[in-house]
């Protein structure tokens, strides 16, 4: 059964008419190079390639006899193909055209998944633009740390795609093999050449070496890899979520007018997208540790993994083209609130720039035991008291005495704190900042022609 959130796109590449119509095109593409080689009669290989077809529930129906899919299968073709269906299939096992096929169904399914990535990344710059200059508090430990700006969290979520999609490509690129090595991996009916001219003919790169399947670990790279892209937008979605809190309402994921939050009290605005993405990465992550269990079969291949992947495989390809839209979208549409980060920045009364102040007492000559004294006792008792700390500095006689005020004030500048933001920018978006730059020039050479 197909999950209701699955694209039709990725619906399609795990259909199982696109399964066996992509094991028919590693049949014909093996039957096709063997012909090439002298080995399978030219006219046989016409007829298949010309002929060779299947119906879905014809192959279903032999293999509730059979109860073996591939041999379902090659007979379903067979019926349809007729006396030249001798050279279908031949030389080969039955992983020569499982695997390979679904290294293909894989690479169909992650060029959908690259296209996801690099629109969440586009979403990410564009509103880490829209909020570089957006100053919020930071926090660790969910506590008040130092300011900081909407944009450069988004910036940093951007980075982190940057990362998935280097990752990822380099993930489906490792599982872009074929293998037509026979029944234990050591070419007893064919030979390494052809086995590369089929993988050719299909768009893949022939496996080095192979048992009677491709080995697993290039399946468990790939299923952790998309397991921490769902890791990302499960840390975007929780982040969003904390952001929404009643307390904080910085930011919010987008509520339409008609939408309804609870059945019982009219006023919930509940982050539901984003829970809903935090709960699915949790299960693309389960997935990926059942790809790792699938790496040790038994000598030269058991069967242990293929009942796994049948779900896994599909479930996790499906469930990030998903979560990677949903994510998108929850980005592209959430409401931010500027106003609501300056209060929250400011409701300590200037506590966040402890840090600040620290060092500048230190520079002014006092020790940093002294100076760090001196800054946690009225941190501490604006704190329990709610009283305003720049105050509490401003009157304290020994601060005041080592500290010229200026300096003090200068301690509590927001702008000093976010100096380095435009820089930061510069490293992350390296393209966009160039071209800004260029822009700015163009503009700059083309108001002194003016002039």
């Not at 586009?122 to 919020?136: I, N, Q, S, Y």
């Amino acid at each position: 059964m197909i999950p209701r959130y699955t694209r039709p796109e990725m619906a399609r590449i795990w259909s199982d008419e696109n399964r066996f119509r992509t094991w028919l095109a590693v049949e014909v593409a093996a039957t096709e190079t063997l012909a090439a080689a002298g080995i399978v009669p030219r006219d046989a290989a016409k007829a298949i390639h010309a002929r060779a077809d299947f119906n879905v529930d014809r192959i279903f129906q032999i293999e509730a006899e059979v109860k073996h899919d591939v041999i379902a299968f090659t007979t379903a073709v067979a019926e349809i193909v007729g006396p030249h269906a001798r050279w279908f299939h031949y030389g080969l096992t039955s992983n020569d055209v499982v695997d390979t096929a679904q290294a293909l169904l894989i690479q169909q399914a992650s060029s959908l998944i690259a296209g996801d990535l690099e629109r969440l990344a586009e979403v990410l710059e564009h509103r880490a633009w829209e909020f570089k200059d957006t100053p919020m508090i930071g926090r660790t430990h969910g506590v008040h740390a130092e300011p900081i700006t909407f944009g450069f969290k988004i910036a940093n979520w951007y980075s982190e795609t940057q990362r998935n999609i280097a990752r990822f490509r380099a993930a489906a690129e490792d599982l872009r093999v074929g293998k037509f090595s026979g029944a234990v991996g050591t070419f007893a009916h064919l030979t390494p050449e052809l086995e590369e001219k089929m993988c050719a003919r299909l768009g893949l790169k022939a496996a080095a070496v192979s048992s009677q399947v491709i080995q697993r670990d290039r399946h468990a790279f790939y299923l952790a890899t998309l397991a921490t892209v769902a890791s990302t937008l499960d840390k975007i979605a929780t982040e969003i979520r904390h952001l929404q809190r009643t307390e904080v309402r910085e930011a919010e994921e987008y509520f339409s007018e008609k939408q309804k939050g609870s059945s019982a009290m009219p006023h919930k605005r509940n982050p539901v997208t984003s829970e809903q993405i935090s709960g699915l990465a949790r299960v693309v992550r389960a997935n990926a540790q059942a790809g790792f269990e699938n790496v040790a079969l038994w000598h030269e291949r058991d069967i242990s993994h293929s009942s796994a992947e049948r779900v896994i495989i599909p479930d996790s390809t499906t469930l990030t083209d998903y979560l990677l839209n949903k994510t998108a979208n929850l980005i592209e549409t959430m409401f931010v609130y500027p106003e609501r980060m300056m209060a929250n920045l400011e409701s300590t009364h200037g506590l966040v720039f402890s840090g600040q102040l620290l060092l500048d007492l230190v520079e002014s000559g006092v020790s940093r035991e002294d100076a760090y004294r001196l800054v946690q006792s009225h941190a501490m008792r604006a704190w329990k008291d709610d009283l305003d700390f720049h105050e509490l500095i401003l009157n304290d006689p020994e601060i005041r005495a080592r500290v010229p005020r200026a300096r003090i004030e200068h301690a509590f500048n927001l702008q000093r704190q976010l100096k380095n933001i435009d820089r930061i920018f510069a490293r992350v978006f390296v393209k966009q900042a160039n071209a800004r730059e260029k822009s700015a020039s163009a503009k700059k050479k083309a108001a002194r022609r003016k002039k």
